[in-house]
């Protein structure tokens, strides 16, 4: 089966960083997604990492270690619009085994 | 470029009544996924099809059954509907098996009374 664990629930300031770690339990794993999604609306794309290492989107950016199974998505220069539910998805057996997803909350 | 579109948008049954669900993927893609989240159980993987054929299915009762035609839009029926089936139904679809362009569309909130 497949176990993907994340924080429940993490609050910073505006213009802060905040990281959010993903640790995942699975087998045939082909590569991770983040998703970010406000609510009472649908998953949009953040990062999908395939290879070990860093990838930068501009304020947000993923890591990956697949020898840990291990990764986080860290979201910098904080906006209150970034206030939602962050979902880390291991892709296997052509589907997403998402965690139960992280809820960031921005203060001002 | 068309994202994924999911019809109806929002829906309202009674128990025991069937319902089908649409989804057309994005033009090009060939594969499409449909999940249930739930407040619950968060996002669960229901189906996947490719090029008409149902790859992967996961863990739930026989009443869930979807298809894909060969303009790869897709369809997901639950029969018998029970209050538990109270959800939002997203569906995503990929080009192809390799993840990257994996893109969900804004789902079917079903509400069973």
């Known amino acids: 089966g497949q176990n993907i664990d994340q924080p429940t629930e993490m609050t910073a300031t505006e213009g802060a960083i905040v990281q959010i770690n993903c640790t995942y339990q699975t087998s045939g794993f082909n590569g991770l997604f983040w998703y970010q999604q406000h609510a009472g609306e649908a998953p949009t794309f953040l990062s999908y990492n395939v290879l070990d290492g860093l990838e930068e989107k501009g304020r947000f950016s993923s890591f990956l270690s697949r020898s840990k199974g291990y990764s986080y998505l860290l979201l910098k220069e904080l906006q209150m619009k970034d206030s939602a539910s962050y979902l880390c998805a291991a892709s296997n057996d052509y589907k997403l085994s998402f965690g139960a997803g992280t809820t960031v909350t921005v203060r001002a | 470029k068309a994202g994924v579109t999911q019809t109806p948008r929002y829906l309202i049954k009674t128990r025991g009544q069937q319902v089908t669900l649409s989804c057309s993927p994005i033009s090009g893609h060939r594969s499409v996924s449909w999940y249930q989240q739930t407040p619950g159980q968060g996002l669960q993987f229901l189906f996947e099809y490719f090029s008409e054929t149902q790859r992967n299915k996961g863990n739930f009762p026989g009443r869930f059954s979807g298809r894909q035609f060969s303009n790869s839009r897709s369809e997901m029926n639950v029969s018998t509907l029970e209050l538990g089936d109270s959800a939002l139904y997203l569906c995503?679809?990929?080009?192809?098996?390799?993840?990257?362009?994996?893109?969900f569309g804004s789902g079917t909130r079903l509400t069973v009374v």
């Open positions: 995503a679809s990929s080009p192809d098996t390799s993840g990257y362009g994996y893109t």
